[in-house]
């Protein structure tokens, strides 16, 4: 019985196609919608993870003031002995790399391009996990005496170079001339939307000799031992800068220490929360296309009352008929959403790679949203499926 209502129904589905395409249009729409917005949401967040974990790992960042980014609270900076006390006295410290950073304008040639400075040490590659395209990292006596070196990133090297080797050319960096002694490999944009690549690695003293002007360092990134606690090498670190800084018990902190671990959860929470606001609002279209359905179905009952008033008085039972038109409409809630998945699927892998990030196929959205879809039809067919069985044969028989 079931074979034959399942086949009278695909035959009623067929005898209208277009009426029947534009009744699924609102269910393919929705679907498509939805797993679009999780697919991306997901490539996004793995996107900003990765962003994340190539800062380094077991990385600390610390800068001065409460909080980071512009308008930062007023603070001193740090120096060149806050630095060296890590170093000695947290034995988890791996990697410690101060920074001094200053925006410049350098030039190669007939070619300029603004980028900024950073001084720091061979530390800052290692705690950062950069690798050199070419070249090499500083020597001993370059960092120790503040030679005019440099190692460039790949933005810097287009920017100037174009197709050429930059090892052991000379750029001009404000008002002196400055070796390029290495190329960094790329990596890209950060989790916060900046160029990695756009920068010029220099020796921490070259830059404060020539540069900025003083012997500040603006910030500095600790990397902990494998193995060690990042929470426990934090707290040594804060106490021990307290006591550098001269921080009173009742006084704050003029200082933030932040991990990468920290900054990956709140990209990542965040570009969750945005990936399930958008769902929702993508899938409002299957509750409309769930009405679409209804309407369509109720339409189709009186259109084909008399068809009914036959079956029934000819012995057809009342759940026949009722079943006939629920399967009606879960069939065409289901092929509205097995198109919108292949149409979600299309769409996901061309908007991943224009958006460059990475396409992760999730059959559990897929799932779930190819069972929604049917459920929509289950839900908003059952009330046309029940007034056609509740149809009285004798009044069908006449309605024309």
């Given at each position: 019985?079931?074979?034959?209502?399942?086949?009278?129904?695909?035959?009623?589905i067929r005898r209208n196609l277009m009426r029947s395409?534009?009744?699924?249009?609102?269910?393919?729409?929705?679907?498509?919608?939805?797993?679009?917005?999780?697919?991306?949401?997901?490539?996004?967040?793995?996107?900003?993870?990765d962003q994340i974990s190539s800062m380094g790992s077991?990385?600390?960042?610390?800068?001065?003031?409460?909080?980071?980014?512009?308008?930062?609270?007023?603070?001193?900076?740090?120096?060149?002995?806050?630095?060296?006390?890590?170093?000695?006295?947290?034995?988890?410290?791996?990697?410690?790399?101060?920074?001094?950073?200053?925006?410049?304008?350098?030039?190669?040639?007939?070619?300029?391009?603004?980028?900024?400075?950073?001084?720091?040490?061979?530390?800052?590659?290692?705690?950062?996990?950069?690798?050199?395209?070419?070249?090499?990292?500083?020597?001993?006596?370059e960092e120790r005496g503040g030679k005019a070196v440099?190692?460039?990133?790949?933005?810097?090297?287009?920017?100037?170079?174009?197709?050429?080797?930059?090892?052991?050319?000379?750029?001009?960096?404000?008002?002196?001339?400055?070796?390029?002694?290495?190329?960094?490999?790329?990596?890209?944009?950060?989790?916060?939307?900046?160029?990695?690549?756009?920068?010029?690695?220099?020796?921490?003293?070259?830059?404060?000799?020539?540069?900025?002007?003083?012997?500040?360092?603006?910030?500095?990134?600790?990397?902990?031992?494998?193995?060690?606690?990042?929470?426990?090498?934090?707290?040594?670190?804060?106490?021990?800068?307290?006591?550098?800084?001269?921080?009173?018990?009742?006084?704050?902190?003029?200082?933030?220490?932040?991990?990468?671990?920290?900054?990956?959860?709140?990209?990542?929470?965040?570009?969750?929360?945005?990936?399930?606001?958008?769902?929702?609002?993508?899938?409002?279209?299957?509750?409309?296309?769930?009405?679409?359905?209804?309407?369509?179905?109720?339409?189709?009952?009186?259109?084909?009352?008399?068809?009914?008033?036959?079956?029934?008085?000819?012995?057809?039972?009342?759940?026949?008929?009722?079943?006939?038109?629920?399967?009606?409409?879960?069939?065409?809630?289901?092929?509205?959403?097995?198109?919108?998945?292949?149409?979600?699927?299309?769409?996901?892998?061309?908007?991943?790679?224009?958006?460059?990030?990475?396409?992760?196929?999730?059959?559990?959205?897929?799932?779930?949203?190819?069972?929604?879809?049917?459920?929509?039809?289950?839900?908003?067919?059952?009330?046309?499926?029940?007034?056609?069985?509740?149809?009285?044969?004798?009044?069908?028989?006449?309605?024309?």
């Amino acid at each position: 019985m079931l074979w034959n209502t399942l086949l009278l129904s695909l035959r009623a589905i067929r005898r209208n196609l277009m009426r029947s395409f534009l009744t699924v249009l609102g269910i393919v729409i929705g679907v498509a919608a939805v797993v679009i917005m999780v697919t991306l949401g997901n490539g996004a967040t793995k996107s900003v993870s990765d962003q994340i974990s190539s800062m380094g790992s077991n990385l600390l960042m610390v800068m001065p003031g409460q909080r980071f980014g512009p308008g930062s609270d007023a603070a001193p900076s740090f120096k060149s002995a806050d630095i060296e006390a890590i170093r000695s006295q947290i034995s988890s410290a791996e990697w410690v790399a101060p920074v001094a950073g200053k925006s410049v304008t350098t030039v190669y040639q007939s070619r300029n391009w603004p980028t900024v400075v950073s001084g720091t040490s061979n530390d800052y590659f290692h705690a950062g996990n950069w690798e050199l395209a070419a070249g090499r990292m500083f020597g001993e006596g370059e960092e120790r005496g503040g030679k005019a070196v440099c190692v460039i990133g790949e933005t810097v090297r287009k920017k100037l170079f174009g197709g050429q080797n930059p090892v052991g050319c000379e750029i001009r960096v404000k008002d002196f001339s400055c070796e390029v002694v290495g190329v960094l490999k790329s990596k890209g944009q950060s989790g916060m939307g900046s160029d990695q690549d756009d920068s010029i690695i220099m020796p921490l003293k070259t830059v404060q000799r020539r540069l900025t002007g003083n012997q500040d360092v603006s910030r500095f990134t600790v990397s902990v031992r494998k193995g060690a606690s990042i929470d426990a090498a934090t707290r040594q670190l804060t106490l021990l800068l307290r006591e550098r800084r001269k921080i009173g018990d009742n006084e704050e902190d003029d200082f933030r220490v932040m991990d990468t671990r920290q900054i990956a959860q709140t990209l990542t929470s965040t570009t969750k929360i945005l990936t399930m606001l958008l769902s929702a609002v993508a899938a409002v279209s299957l509750l409309v296309g769930g009405i679409g359905i209804m309407n369509i179905m109720l339409v189709s009952v009186t259109e084909r009352t008399r068809e009914i008033g036959i079956r029934l008085a000819i012995g057809a039972l009342e759940r026949e008929v009722l079943l006939q038109f629920l399967i009606e409409a879960v069939v065409l809630a289901g092929m509205g959403g097995l198109a919108g998945i292949a149409l979600a699927t299309g769409a996901s892998m061309a908007l991943a790679r224009a958006m460059n990030i990475p396409y992760l196929f999730d059959l559990k959205i897929n799932l779930l949203s190819f069972l929604f879809s049917t459920a929509i039809g289950v839900i908003f067919g059952f009330f046309p499926a029940r007034r056609a069985a509740g149809l009285n044969p004798i009044d069908a028989l006449r309605h024309e």
